[in-house]
């Protein structure tokens, strides 16, 4: 379960003369707020009330003077009973650097650029600024937090009031420590810390490091979650750590948890109130017992951060270092008889049910990184990866990139293994990862052809923002490997949805754009008052979520600028609906999964 803080953004409509006389028009322009690479596929949307087919659009600088001209395409399709017609405004002509709008009678859009792909350096940038504010421990940018984790100590899993709930039933039961598991990212808006999600995200982190990230900050941030990772395995007991602090308290009402109270995180350490004993001192808990194999989902995603890592480390000693812990942790791996894999406590903040993706990535990125260092093991990892991805071929493939599924990373990086070492006659070939990889482009780009913004990830569904940046990266990704570049213009427009050209306008990524999110679900950014910059959240979701009014309310949680007023409820649509709301954790709150799957997507496309 994610809880921070929910953003209020605006709908973009200003005023501006016509660019010739035609019939009023009663809508909005959608587009990317960031821009395009002069050389890329670029489309805006018109969401029209009473339809226009044939309205002239023009572009005008940043001096208000017209640059291209030419007539709205085809109805895309209604979005909802009010806005039942989107037409689609093809500006791929336009190639000049510069700054421009679009105009449609008295509609104007907000503002994009047209600029080399290094442009996405930018926002790229903000998301790194996002991860240094998520930042726990002695090394937080802010003041330091939580340090008392230093010497924190382990219990048994607790026994929760039911399947679908956070809620503990009874006490905790210690069971070992003291550890020290300070420092790390918070997970989302709350301070919990989740093993699982980090290594996801140090993944993508390292590689983006090296898939060419410019930005100087990356390897320090980088650094500092795998640092965290090294804390929460102990080589020497063969012990993988999974989680600092529970979500909620306990159904005797004796103790609270990190979702039960609003406030910033350097207050915890020195929480004398009753009943926030697990404030105070988080507790921490195993994946399994000491020397006991562990979920193959996290030994897999674990192990494959190490690797990534070791394959851009310079110090080739400290690379090696790297390796042998990677090799360590996947050597853990429970892989018969899994059962439910192991994510978080409670299982259902995030119920992963797919590892072969995990263990194939693992195995991939050993081998790249032994490949590096000339290490004989190699050829054994290649054969293990090429194992699980065709058992995951074979029994779980139908998902896209995100946390829950990372095959993609993982088939293009096995690619890249087999090419280097020449290796055949294995479980898969590089034909049969290369289709599974189309294959996954091809179910966003069914879901794309049917919807009027082009979107092909479900956004009335949790994760449509990630989601979508996973699409927009794998479409690089499929470029990287095959020199095919058939779904770039599908990967672009996946991005440009993320960034505003969807039908509420925003930009989900706080900060990035003109219109980005406002209110997010994020307590340190709701207190203070301070921008969430570089903030990813969930964007849309199911409109269900909402039927109960917002929740998530806390006395100590200021109110967003346009309190109890939904500026996006008119364009609730497809079951899907938008709140920019400090209370709307479904639809507002950041995470660093978000932030981290983005981050990736801007980095691959920022090299087209």
């Given at each position: 379960?994610?809880?921070?803080?929910?953003?209020?953004?605006?709908?973009?409509?200003?005023?501006?003369?016509?660019?010739?006389?035609?019939?009023?028009?009663?809508?909005?322009?959608?587009?990317?707020?960031?821009?395009?690479?002069?050389?890329?596929?670029?489309?805006?949307?018109?969401?029209?009330?009473?339809?226009?087919p044939g309205a002239r659009f023009s572009v005008v600088d940043h001096r208000g003077r017209e640059v291209l001209g030419g007539t709205a395409g085809r109805d895309l399709g209604e979005w909802n009973a009010k806005y039942p017609h989107v037409y689609d405004l093809d500006l791929s002509?336009?190639?000049?650097?510069?700054?421009?709008?679009?105009?449609?009678?008295?509609?104007?859009?907000?503002?994009?650029?047209?600029?080399?792909?290094?442009?996405?350096?930018?926002?790229?940038?903000?998301?790194?600024?996002?991860?240094?504010?998520?930042?726990?421990?002695?090394?937080?940018?802010?003041?330091?937090?939580?340090?008392?984790?230093?010497?924190?100590?382990?219990?048994?899993?607790?026994?929760?009031?039911?399947?679908?709930?956070?809620?503990?039933?009874?006490?905790?039961?210690?069971?070992?420590?003291?550890?020290?598991?300070?420092?790390?990212?918070?997970?989302?808006?709350?301070?919990?810390?989740?093993?699982?999600?980090?290594?996801?995200?140090?993944?993508?982190?390292?590689?983006?490091?090296?898939?060419?990230?410019?930005?100087?900050?990356?390897?320090?941030?980088?650094?500092?979650?795998?640092?965290?990772?090294?804390?929460?395995?102990?080589?020497?007991?063969?012990?993988?750590?999974?989680?600092?602090?529970?979500?909620?308290?306990?159904?005797?009402?004796?103790?609270?948890?990190?979702?039960?109270?609003?406030?910033?995180?350097?207050?915890?350490?020195?929480?004398?109130?009753?009943?926030?004993?697990?404030?105070?001192?988080?507790?921490?808990?195993?994946?399994?017992?000491?020397?006991?194999?562990?979920?193959?989902?996290?030994?897999?995603?674990?192990?494959?951060?190490?690797?990534?890592?070791?394959?851009?480390?310079?110090?080739?000693?400290?690379?090696?270092?790297?390796?042998?812990?990677?090799?360590?942790?996947?050597?853990?791996?429970?892989?018969?008889?899994?059962?439910?894999?192991?994510?978080?406590?409670?299982?259902?903040?995030?119920?992963?049910?797919?590892?072969?993706?995990?263990?194939?990535?693992?195995?991939?990125?050993?081998?790249?990184?032994?490949?590096?260092?000339?290490?004989?093991?190699?050829?054994?990892?290649?054969?293990?990866?090429?194992?699980?991805?065709?058992?995951?071929?074979?029994?779980?493939?139908?998902?896209?990139?995100?946390?829950?599924?990372?095959?993609?990373?993982?088939?293009?990086?096995?690619?890249?293994?087999?090419?280097?070492?020449?290796?055949?006659?294995?479980?898969?070939?590089?034909?049969?990862?290369?289709?599974?990889?189309?294959?996954?482009?091809?179910?966003?780009?069914?879901?794309?052809?049917?919807?009027?913004?082009?979107?092909?990830?479900?956004?009335?569904?949790?994760?449509?923002?990630?989601?979508?940046?996973?699409?927009?990266?794998?479409?690089?990704?499929?470029?990287?490997?095959?020199?095919?570049?058939?779904?770039?213009?599908?990967?672009?427009?996946?991005?440009?949805?993320?960034?505003?050209?969807?039908?509420?306008?925003?930009?989900?990524?706080?900060?990035?754009g003109e219109n980005s999110i406002k209110c997010p679900h994020y307590q340190m950014s709701n207190i203070t008052g301070r921008p969430a910059v570089g903030a990813v959240v969930n964007g849309p979701n199911s409109a269900s979520l909402f039927e109960g009014g917002l929740g998530g309310h806390f006395e100590e949680m200021p109110k967003c600028?346009?309190?109890?007023?939904?500026?996006?409820?008119?364009?609730?649509?497809?079951?899907?609906?938008?709140?920019?709301?400090?209370?709307?954790?479904?639809?507002?709150?950041?995470?660093?999964?978000?932030?981290?799957?983005?981050?990736?997507?801007?980095?691959?496309?920022?090299?087209?």
């Open positions: 379960m994610r809880v921070a803080a929910a953003a209020v953004a605006l709908a973009v409509l200003t005023m501006g003369a016509p660019a010739m006389a035609q019939p009023s028009t009663t809508g909005f322009i959608r587009v990317d707020q960031v821009g395009f690479a002069p050389a890329e596929a670029k489309h805006a949307y018109l969401m029209s009330a009473s339809g226009a002509k336009l190639s000049r650097p510069g700054s421009y709008r679009i105009k449609v009678g008295t509609l104007t859009s907000a503002e994009f650029k047209v600029a080399p792909a290094a442009l996405l350096a930018l926002p790229a940038a903000k998301v790194v600024t996002f991860f240094g504010g998520q930042r726990d421990g002695s090394e937080a940018l802010r003041r330091a937090s939580h340090l008392n984790d230093r010497a924190a100590s382990v219990y048994d899993w607790p026994t929760f009031t039911g399947p679908d709930t956070d809620q503990i039933k009874g006490d905790l039961t210690k069971v070992g420590g003291p550890v020290d598991v300070e420092g790390g990212w918070f997970d989302a808006g709350d301070y919990l810390k989740f093993t699982h999600i980090l290594a996801y995200v140090d993944t993508l982190l390292w590689a983006a490091k090296r898939d060419g990230s410019p930005d100087p900050r990356l390897r320090r941030e980088a650094a500092h979650g795998l640092k965290y990772l090294d804390k929460m395995w102990d080589e020497k007991t063969k012990t993988l750590y999974i989680q600092v602090g529970i979500g909620a308290g306990n159904a005797e009402g004796t103790f609270v948890g990190d979702h039960d109270i609003w406030r910033l995180p350097e207050a915890d350490d020195g929480d004398q109130a009753e009943g926030h004993q697990y404030i105070r001192n988080r507790p921490v808990f195993r994946a399994a017992a000491p020397g006991e194999p562990i979920s193959p989902n996290l030994a897999g995603r674990t192990a494959a951060a190490f690797a990534l890592a070791a394959q851009v480390e310079p110090s080739r000693w400290r690379a090696q270092q790297y390796l042998d812990q990677a090799a360590s942790i996947y050597a853990m791996a429970k892989t018969e008889n899994v059962g439910q894999l192991v994510t978080s406590l409670p299982h259902a903040f995030y119920p992963e049910s797919v590892w072969r993706d995990d263990m194939e990535l693992g195995g991939a990125e050993l081998a790249l990184a032994a490949l590096r260092l000339g290490d004989s093991r190699a050829s054994g990892w290649i054969a293990q990866a090429a194992r699980w991805a065709g058992e995951y071929m074979a029994q779980d493939s139908g998902d896209t990139l995100n946390l829950y599924d990372v095959s993609a990373l993982a088939h293009a990086d096995l690619v890249k293994a087999l090419r280097k070492s020449g290796a055949t006659g294995l479980a898969v070939d590089e034909k049969a990862l290369l289709a599974g990889l189309k294959a996954q482009l091809d179910i966003g780009a069914a879901r794309a052809a049917a919807d009027p913004f082009r979107a092909g990830a479900r956004y009335d569904e949790f994760d449509s923002v990630p989601r979508t940046f996973g699409l927009a990266a794998t479409s690089r990704l499929y470029r990287q490997v095959t020199g095919d570049r058939s779904y770039d213009a599908f990967g672009t427009a996946q991005r440009n949805w993320a960034l505003g050209g969807n039908p509420w306008g925003v930009s989900f990524v706080a900060e990035v600028p346009a309190d109890d007023v939904d500026r996006y409820a008119e364009f609730t649509g497809h079951g899907s609906r938008f709140v920019d709301d400090v209370r709307s954790w479904q639809a507002s709150e950041p995470a660093d999964d978000f932030a981290a799957i983005a981050f990736y997507a801007l980095t691959l496309m920022s090299k087209d």
